[in-house]
């Protein structure tokens, strides 16, 4: 419990104002380390100098040095020549207790849970709105078209933000947990004057900046996932990830319908307020950090410090080094557009995915005519429509899973790795769903047919989500280990911009096709991006062979 709490953004600001008693790591309370350290540096350095002047590029291990921190703390030390300059390494050993994927289980479920309770505060915030739109058009006295900007502002505010705030996250000075908590501070403190917002400009331009600062877990999310779960049981984490995205769209109109309902539009933005405040106060104190990096680098600091000894260094703090002003301006601003707009598997990946992220907002703008028309739901019982997207997800969840354990896993090698193209073969199932999620609703939503009848049709666009995210967020985890943050950010932006712009002419298609032909017109969008995935599986592996980024050992 220690531990968590020490590596929290809490913990480290107890140590920051301690000075470093409170709290205090395994080197620092035993003195022993730091002595057995200061008298084998001068031999390792020698033995380090004798070995290099025949092998240059050996790594040689200080053995006793080794052996005397690996008892106490699990970190290796080795000396190494890094562009004439010997350093001594600081690296994990397979054990190492603080290295995030050898966490126990309770803990790493824990750190999930979090993970998906501030996705779900967040995404819930995109949907939640559109229970007050009537609201917001009577107050502000404007078009339902231009209302809507106040959920299509702050999707396109998540859209952008994670490509700047998911490649920050990788810098091993900074990781995941400042990047998490300090932008959802800033979302929390937002919501106020958006409820006191006195005109709509303020309140778009308002909703705009909470999408922004609200946004780096819904890229980089998935990157924690990985920081914590060794590959081959990612997917699960990734799942459950996956489910609590879907929470924040469907469970947004339940959650703020009645409010509206009884009282007025800004409780829609009060009840978001509340749940960001709680997740905000449960991050600060129980969120560890997660970036492997950032670990490795402050556990070196410490070291380097004890010791005073400058040679001291790890790998990420080696490479971080050696990056100039402009390529950490690249890392941070340039690589995610790169990958998105030049690496073809990103790009078809990414494309199709916004198609199906655009399809789901623009759809959710047809269960106001379906049911709120047709079948003279409230707008408080109107939210519990959304609930059949949500049980689809739950429903396939666990075939997902079995099939993941009984099939792909057996397929890792003994070195942990996959060939990324398997993790596709759900895709094949959720691409087909999707149509037929579109075509079943769109005609069944007739006053002549029980509503039971599109819900139960809304169901499978849940289960074709579900299995559509999960095989392509592995696939391009796999695909490119060294830049998933980034790739994430990416895969956001895009589904993200085409979230934002469908809605606004949903009301216009439906109101001159019908709900039959509008949605049936989204059906037939989606079914001519059905052979994506194939094309992908069998060719894949061919398209990451002439690729600069992607990976080509499987």
């Not at 380390?33 to 100098?49: F, G, K, P, V």
């Not at 790493?108 to 939640?128: D, E, H, M, N, W």
């Not at 002419?505 to 109101?511: E, G, L, R, V």
Request: with cysteine; aromatic share 16%; proline share 6%.
């Amino acid at each position: 419990m220690k531990d968590l709490f020490r590596e929290t953004v809490f913990g480290r600001l107890v140590r920051l104002a301690s000075g470093g008693k409170l709290f205090a790591y395994d080197e620092e309370l035993n003195p022993s380390i730091l002595q057995q350290y200061q008298r084998i540096d001068s031999t390792s350095s020698s033995t380090h100098n004798t070995d290099c002047e025949q092998t240059p590029k050996k790594v040689v291990k200080a053995s006793g040095l080794q052996e005397s921190l690996v008892a106490d703390q699990r970190t290796s030390i080795t000396t190494s020549q890094e562009k004439g300059v010997d350093h001594l390494l600081v690296t994990w050993t397979p054990d190492d207790p603080h290295n995030p994927r050898n966490w126990s289980t309770p803990k790493k479920v824990f750190v999930t849970f979090q993970i998906c309770l501030l996705t779900t505060s967040i995404y819930i915030g995109s949907a939640i709105y559109t229970a007050g739109l009537q609201g917001v058009e009577a107050h502000f006295n404007i078009s339902p078209v231009k209302a809507l900007l106040g959920l299509t502002l702050f999707v396109i505010g998540y859209a952008l933000g994670p490509m700047v705030w998911a490649p920050m996250s990788e810098i091993p000075y900074l990781g995941r947990n400042p990047v998490y908590v300090g932008t959802l501070f800033s979302f929390v403190l937002l919501q106020l004057p958006i409820i006191y917002a006195s005109n709509s400009s303020m309140l778009f331009a308002l909703r705009f900046i909470t999408g922004l600062v609200g946004s780096p877990v819904l890229a980089t999310g998935g990157a924690t996932i990985a920081d914590i779960y060794e590959p081959k049981k990612q997917a699960y984490g990734i799942g459950v990830w996956g489910i609590s995205a879907v929470c924040g769209p469907a469970l947004g109109p339940l959650a703020a319908g009645f409010a509206v309902e009884h009282l007025d539009w800004r409780w829609t933005i009060w009840e978001l307020m509340w749940l960001s405040v709680f997740c905000f106060v449960f991050l600060f104190f129980s969120l560890p950090e997660t970036s492997s990096s950032n670990i490795l680098y402050r556990r070196t600091v410490r070291i380097r410090a004890l010791t005073n000894n400058p040679r001291v260094k790890c790998e990420p703090e080696i490479e971080a080094e050696g990056m100039s002003g402009k390529e950490i301006g690249m890392m941070v601003f340039i690589r995610p557009f790169t990958l998105t707009f030049t690496e073809p598997i990103c790009f078809l990946i990414n494309l199709y995915l916004a198609l199906i992220y655009g399809l789901l907002y623009l759809w959710f703008e047809s269960f106001l005519i379906v049911f709120l028309d047709t079948y003279r739901f409230t707008l408080g019982t109107e939210g519990l429509a959304f609930l059949g997207i949500l049980a689809g997800s739950f429903l396939v969840m666990i075939p997902f899973f079995y099939y993941n354990y009984k099939y792909v896993e057996p397929q890792f090698s003994e070195d942990g790795r996959l060939r990324p193209e398997i993790r596709l073969q759900p895709a094949f199932v959720g691409a087909f769903l999707i149509p037929i999620c579109l075509f079943w609703f769109g005609w069944s939503a007739r006053s002549s047919v029980h509503w039971i009848m599109p819900i139960i049709g809304s169901s499978f666009f849940g289960m074709g989500s579900f299995l559509l995210f999960m095989a392509v967020l592995a696939y391009l985890g796999d695909a490119y280990p060294k830049y998933i943050a980034s790739v994430f950010a990416g895969n956001d932006l895009m589904r993200s911009s085409f979230g934002a712009a469908f809605p606004l002419f949903a009301d216009a298609m439906y109101s001159k096709l019908g709900v039959g032909w509008a949605s049936s017109l989204l059906g037939f969008l989606s079914v001519a991006f059905i052979p994506i995935p194939f094309v992908l599986y069998y060719y894949g592996r061919s398209i990451r062979g002439v690729s600069k980024m992607a990976t080509h050992d499987m």
